[in-house]
Nanobody
Framework: QVELVESGGASVQAGGSLRLTCAAS?????MGWFRQAPGKEREGVGY???????EYAEFAKGRFTISQDTAKNTVYLQMNITEPEDTAVYYC???????????????????????????WGRGTQVTVSS
């Protein structure tokens, strides 16, 4: 079992910044940030893995940055230029690529749905007011 604990969620005014942290109990190759707003489906925010791949949802590009520390057991999500639409519970997840797709990835591969996300944190609330 991999334990994931998110922190850093808070209430900010639109345009403000937040830095979310995901502390993992052990290294997992694939890490991701997801979010879910009330009444909406969960959606991917950012992805990072041990091969150096980084991917973002379109709404996050240019505003959010995902990173991890040298030990690869802590993942961050820097949120800048926040918007009210960013209000949601943000979740950290850990997983792996399906074995059948290893070394068979293609341009445009969706890591948010193409990774087996086995572990999830409990989430941290982010509220952006206008």
């Amino acid at each position: 079992q991999v334990e994931l604990v998110e922190s850093g969620g808070a209430s900010v005014q639109a345009g403000g910044s937040l830095r979310l942290t995901c502390a993992a109990s052990e290294y997992t190759k694939c890490m991701g940030w997801f979010r879910q707003a009330p009444g909406k489906e969960r959606e991917g925010v950012g992805y990072i893995d041990g091969d150096g791949r980084i991917e973002y949802a379109e709404f996050a590009k240019g505003r959010f940055t995902i990173s991890q520390d040298t030990a690869k057991n802590t993942v961050y999500l820097q949120m800048n230029i926040t918007e009210p639409e960013d209000t949601a519970v943000y979740y950290c997840a850990a997983g792996r690529l399906p074995e059948r797709f290893m070394d068979k990835l293609w341009p445009g591969y969706n890591f948010f749905t193409g990774v087996t996300w086995s572990y999830w944190g409990r989430g941290t609330q982010v509220t952006v007011s206008s």
